[in-house]
């Protein structure tokens, strides 16, 4: 700290929390006041792990650990889509439908008419684009609450699916293709998994400099580099044990990687964008929103058209994973799964605050429970029973979470 | 002072706006110029917000024009307004307790759209707030945490980022302390000296004669007399409840007969 007062350290009402002490200061309060973090998540993945290995030894496995990421990343699309949406406060309860739909569109053109898979693909997210163009039309022009418009789309994708798919009820997508290996077998090369784990704490560490450079220049206080370093060392730290984990057994799936990009580029959009903010704004106070000149109805529509467009690329690394295009296709769980993996993760349901990563963390912790569950042979009955009850868990932590952060003007 | 030379920013003609069988505003005329503030008086229910709220964008108007800067306007969005130059400080404050003073301030005009420049937007709201001589500890908290006096500071910083031509403020110093309230005063004052029209809505009597250039007083959605700052407290009060008997001069009466003459009605 220099002698002069920084700018924004210049009431004396102002805390000044300085290094790692500081910064798990203001965790620990942050936390008491019902701003929860990633704690929920970390908590429960401790739990899930200690208690599925005494049950079952294979569910730590690096093999089943591969397994579990390549089942992630197709309700992890599906569920970072949703988040946006939830970001309105509004939902879609119709991505199961729609990832559906868009499986069902890969295997009628690809297969039954020959078209090439990756014009196809397109084709499944245009349908996606236009379904949440539908759904934002229908509250911005008629008023008509998310919750009903894509309750009844639910229905009439699903309507859609079972047509398209036809008599046979079920489409094989062709084993060999890159589609289909990317879905099930390929894993990154040992030495490039590393190098990418490296990554993100690279380029946290150059983003904090950058960052303590501009506000040190700008006269304002700057974060103590005893937290950059403890946050970059760390996440490293945790990304190249559990990269070397992985390694053991078959290694970090390909679509993983790709779920995990797209998760960061969200992560970006919405935190260090305009557009973003205009997210933030319209699900904390629409009204307020809209007086600051943004233009809702227009936030709304494209939150909608990225929460169907990537429940379509969800349904398409879904189809590929099972190289087949079915009637069972996105039914089921996925819609819940999806919803309650980013609600796990730390997004609302009432709408204003979340993040992309709630997204990732929370279909690993989701999709964890379900792996387990498969390991002991649990009938779906049961499955549905118990990952209701986690759904509903989830809730009531955000929920409480919520009037704990009211009481403590948190918002 | 009040540029009576040139023509007024604002102009509005014969504005009406009904709310289904309700007529809210019936035929307002008002002008506002270059450096000058204008009060907005009147009783709960005469028509003051509806009609900030139509200069803002908010409502459309029934019927009448708006002239601005010498020519006709249609403020369709709250968006047209703030692109015209007129910045409104809402009653309600219009906050997104979510988001922390720095993004409240730059809501809609956030410094680099595509890689947000929080650097940039925090040294400015910093800057704006000190010259509004603002309490607020950090910038960086949400909106929840602040009180109402805070909040409104926020507001009315936030009014002031586009540097607009008229500013209007929704009773904005309700909920202020003493020290703050002058502070306003003083802001709305500076906001003049600059050049920019003000229009400033107030139940406060006092305030409304400390700073206002003209007085336009509204009475059940219509004009009813346009005063200077010299007007008496019972030539107001009459123009807004309507008669000269009215409720605040018989209590007046009554309390300077009962006692020592006294000064002033509580409000």
């Known amino acids: 700290m220099s002698d002069t007062r920084k700018i924004d350290r210049a009431d004396s009402r102002v805390r000044e929390d300085t290094g790692l002490a500081g910064a798990a200061r203001g965790f620990l309060d942050q936390v008491k006041s019902g701003d929860l973090g990633i704690l929920p998540v970390i908590l429960g ?43 309105l406060g509004e939902i879609d309860l119709s991505i199961g439908s729609m990832s559906g739909v868009a499986s069902a569109i890969l295997g009628v053109l690809w297969v039954n008419a020959g078209v090439p898979w990756p014009l196809a693909i397109l084709a499944a997210m245009l349908a996606g684009a236009v379904t949440g163009f539908v759904y934002a039309s229908l509250l911005n022009k008629f008023g008509m609450p998310s919750f009903v418009s894509t309750l009844s789309g639910l229905l009439a994708l699903l309507g859609l699916q079972l ?31 590393y190098l990418v784990a490296l990554l993100p704490g690279i380029v946290i560490f150059a983003l904090g400099l950058q960052t303590r450079q501009r506000r040190a220049d700008a006269n304002l206080s700057v974060p103590a580099w005893s937290v950059l370093i403890v946050k970059a060392a760390g996440l490293t730290a945790i990304l190249l044990i559990a990269v070397w984990y992985l390694n053991l057994g078959r290694g970090v799936p390909w679509m993983f990687l790709f779920f995990a990009v797209l998760v960061a580029g969200m992560e970006y959009v ?16 629409r009204e307020a929103a809209r007086r600051a000149g943004i233009k809702v109805e227009r936030i ?22 099972l190289a087949s295009a079915s009637r069972q296709a996105g039914t089921g769980d996925v819609n819940l799964n999806a919803i309650a993996a980013a609600v796990i993760g730390g997004t609302s349901l009432f709408g204003g605050r ?24 649990l009938s779906s009955s049961l499955r549905y029973m118990i990952l209701g009850a986690v759904l509903a868990l989830a809730v009531i932590v955000d929920s409480l979470a919520r009037q704990s952060r009211a009481s403590n003007g948190r918002a | 002072m009040a540029d009576q030379d040139s023509g007024p920013i604002l102009k509005l003609s014969g504005v009406s ?6 007529t809210a505003l019936d035929n307002i005329d008002m002008e506002v110029r270059k450096g000058e503030v204008v009060a907005l008086v009147g009783d709960n229910g005469a028509g003051k917000s509806t009609l900030v709220k139509i200069l803002a964008g908010v409502h459309a108007k029934t019927s009448g024009t708006i002239h601005f800067q010498d020519r006709e306007v249609e403020i369709g969005t709250p968006g047209r307004a703030l692109e015209l130059g007129i910045a409104t400080v809402f009653q309600d404050l219009a906050l997104c307790e979510n988001l922390d003073v720095v993004a409240n301030l730059f809501l809609g005009q956030e410094l680099g759209p595509w890689r947000l420049n929080e650097v940039e937007m925090e040294v400015r709201a910093w800057t704006l707030l000190e010259e509004l001589a603002a309490r607020i500890p950090s910038v960086r908290e949400p909106i929840a945490s602040l009180s109402g006096g805070q909040r409104q500071t926020v507001a ?29 005063l003083n802001l709305i004052e500076r906001v003049r000296d600059r050049g920019h029209g003000v229009i400033l809505i107030s139940h406060n009597m006092e305030d409304v004669r400390a700073v206002a250039d003209r007085i336009v007083v509204l009475r059940l959605g219509q ?45």
């Open chain 2, 17 to 22: 706006k009904q709310f289904g069988a309700v």
């Open chain 2, 156 to 184: 009315i910083a936030r009014s002031l980022l586009l540097d607009p031509q008229i500013i209007m403020l929704d009773e904005p110093t309700a909920a202020l302390g003493v020290a703050q309230t002058a502070e306003v």
């Open chain 1, 270 to 285: 919405l935190t260090r964008t305009k557009f973003g903010r205009s997210i933030f704004a319209v699900g904390g106070n």
């Open chain 1, 354 to 377: 979340g993040s992309a990563w709630s997204a990732l963390l929370g279909v690993i912790v989701i999709q964890a429970i379900s792996n387990g569950l498969t390991l002991l042979n």
């Open chain 1, 45 to 87: 993945l401790v739990v899930i792990a200690v208690v599925f290995t005494w049950l079952n030894p294979i569910f730590m496995r690096p093999q089943n650990l591969t397994n579990l990421l390549f089942d992630a990343a197709a309700v992890g699309l599906i569920s970072l889509g949703v988040v946006f949406t939830l970001m």
């Open chain 1, 163 to 193: 047509y398209l798919l036809g008599n046979s009820g079920s489409i094989n997508l062709p084993y060999q293709s890159f589609l289909i290996r990317f879905g099930q077998t390929m894993v990154m090369p040992g030495w490039l998994s």
């Open chain 2, 223 to 267: 004009n009813n007399g346009v005063f200077g700052p010299d007007a008496t407290q019972e030539e107001l009060v009459s123009a807004i409840t309507g008669a000269s008997d009215n409720s605040v001069s018989r209590r007046a009466k009554a309390r300077s007969a009962a006692a020592e003459p006294k000064e002033g009605v509580a409000t």
């Open chain 1, 300 to 321: 709304r529509i494209y939150c909608f058209m990225i929460c169907s467009t990537l429940a379509a690329m969800g349904g398409v690394l879904a189809a590929s994973r």
